[in-house]
């Protein structure tokens, strides 16, 4: 069974950064792209990041471009997400994703927790 | 970016009921748009992609229609199972994903 376990969440202060992690298993993570998406408080599903299978492309929202680095080791079967300058609005569970066909998600991590607090 | 608008925003219903929530792009998506159920404290799950492709596991209760700018997601009988929030998702613009803001289903 497919599992993505998400850790590295945590409490931080604005401007601060977090790496976030995503351990898959029980399928070839290199043949996959992966994504991130979060989720406020409270509020409804945004997309993040995205980073193609073999790491040639990667895509981000307007508002973590230039703050966010998404990554990925396939020796580790590990994604990444490195989160610079944080913002309080930024406070959010994060999820990783895994991409079934191009840009739909089959299977969910449980998530992390960000949050962005002095 | 291409806006997904959902509505309702909530919506009150019986076990048994049909239950139908749309979902409007700001511009084409073809059929690239899925569905997910999500249920407090848990992750997403995908039940349409391809606007009307059922996820293998999912119930035959759930069906999806539309194309272009328009979708609909279809619970043929509500089940107890199902009140949760529902999210459109399109991936025409696969480089810009977005989500419409949810359908939360409550127990009327």
């Known amino acids: 069974q497919v599992h993505l376990v998400e850790s590295g969440g945590g409490v931080v202060q604005p401007g601060g950064s977090l790496r976030l992690s995503c351990a898959a298993s029980?399928?070839?993570?290199?043949?996959?792209?992966m994504h991130w998406v979060r989720q406020a408080p409270g509020k409804g599903l945004e997309w993040v990041a995205f980073?193609?299978?073999?790491?040639?492309?990667?895509y981000y929202a307007d508002f973590v471009k230039g703050r966010f680095t998404i990554s990925r080791d396939d020796s580790k079967n590990t994604l990444y997400l490195q989160m610079n300058s944080l913002r309080a609005e930024d406070t959010a569970v994060y999820y990783c994703?895994?991409?079934?066909?191009?840009?739909?998600?089959?299977?969910w991590g449980q998530g992390t927790l960000v949050t962005v607090s002095s | 970016d291409i806006q997904m608008t959902q509505s309702p925003s909530t919506l009150s219903a019986s076990v048994g009921d049909r239950v139908t929530i749309t979902c409007r792009a700001s511009?084409?998506?073809?059929?690239?748009l899925a569905w997910y159920q999500q249920k407090p404290g848990k992750a997403p799950k995908l039940l349409i992609y391809?606007?009307?492709s059922l996820e293998s596991g999912v119930p035959s209760r759930f069906s999806g229609s539309g194309s272009g700018t328009e979708f609909t997601l279809t619970i043929s009988s509500l089940q107890p199972d199902d009140f949760a929030t529902y999210y459109c998702q399109q991936y025409k613009n696969y480089s810009r994903l977005t989500f419409g803001g949810g359908t939360k289903v409550e127990i009327k």
């Open positions: 029980a399928f070839t993570f290199s043949s996959y792209g």
């Open positions: 511009q084409s998506t073809s059929s690239w």
């Open positions: 980073i193609r299978y073999d790491g040639s492309n990667k």
């Open positions: 994703a895994k991409e079934k066909g191009v840009s739909f998600f089959d299977y």
């Open positions: 391809k606007a009307s």
